[in-house]
């Protein structure tokens, strides 16, 4: 995270595969990988007299991308390590990490070091730096409600800035990340993120799989330990490792409608799970809406929605981006058709 590292030469892959960085294990080749792993290697990039002005691709873990093609332009890995405390008061203890750190190792350091606060995201694959994007969520917590602040480099103004949470802009799987003009065309690259943990801890266990599954291991009063251990436990039963079964995740958002709509839609599907907004719109269960119309399991050539959970697209073996899109588009045709629900994808299509 500091800007002194050693100058040794920018680690530069020419023709490189990126098989092997992405969670789905869809071929694609980039002209150029650039392995950052300081924010003075950052700097060089933009002081380069070729790779300052070339297209860029901002790469983490690669478990939230779907690769379509060839990238014509610069892969920036993104791999700045470190973790520290940053800050402390009697309210809350900031911890800053380094945007290439693994996710999952950080949110176990937390709780190592004796700072709770971000266990419900446990064993979310891909990097820090990546968190804030798409304002990661799992288990009742959106990681914007645990972040102090974000700093990242522009490359199109060939500065450095930093944003706190309100300028983040968080959403449900949504930030100013996410907008046009901002990431989707690689201007922006994260390089560190502060995280506020809060001192007056409270297990967050208002989500209903978490609850069952500490009351099945008998833990009336869970510690931060216990609900990460709870979280691992579910998460390892339900969602395929991407390591045996290339996936990114849930593939498409949880889609929110009218109250008109889901009412209508209540009325001839009382089982059909939904959750009320604060904007009097209501959030329906995207898994259901799949699995109700025959897709939990099936297979579209390489690509299916897996069987134990239907929103999650699987790589079945050898897949390319244009089968994924195919597949992608039979589930929303058949989601729209019986529902007249529109889904939309989470991972990022390049
Ligand atoms: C099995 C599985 C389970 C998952 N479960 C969840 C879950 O429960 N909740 C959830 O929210 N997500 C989940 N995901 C999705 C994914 O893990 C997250 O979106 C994660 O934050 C992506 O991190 P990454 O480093 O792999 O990002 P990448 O896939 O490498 O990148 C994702 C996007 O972020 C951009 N990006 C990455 N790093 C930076 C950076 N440093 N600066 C600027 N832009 C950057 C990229 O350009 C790209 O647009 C899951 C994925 C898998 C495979």
Redesign the pocket.
Known sequence: MSASAPRVPLNVQLRASLREHN?FGLPAVAATLVRLASESDVKRVVDHPEYGRAPK?????????VLTGDFDGLVLH?AIAGKRVWREDDEAVYIEAG?GEN?HEFVEWTLAHGYPGLENLSL????V???P??N???YGLEVGERLHSVT?WDFARQALFTLDRAACRFAY?DSL?KQEGW??DGR???VSVVFRLPRNYRPNIGYADLRLELAERGIAEPGARDVADAVIAVRRRK??D?AVTP????FFHNPVVERTQADALLAAYPKLPHYPQADGRVKLAAGWLIEQAGWKGKNLGPVGMYEKQALVLVNRGGASGADVRATMAAVQAAVREKFAVDLSPEP?FL
């Open positions: 969670s691709l901002v790469l983490g873990g690669g478990s939230n991308l993104m945007a996710w979310i694959p891909g990097t730096g990546a968190a994007v798409q990661i969520g799992a990242a799987r990340f990431h989707l922006v690259a994260i969602l395929p991407p996936n990114a995740g849930s990022v």
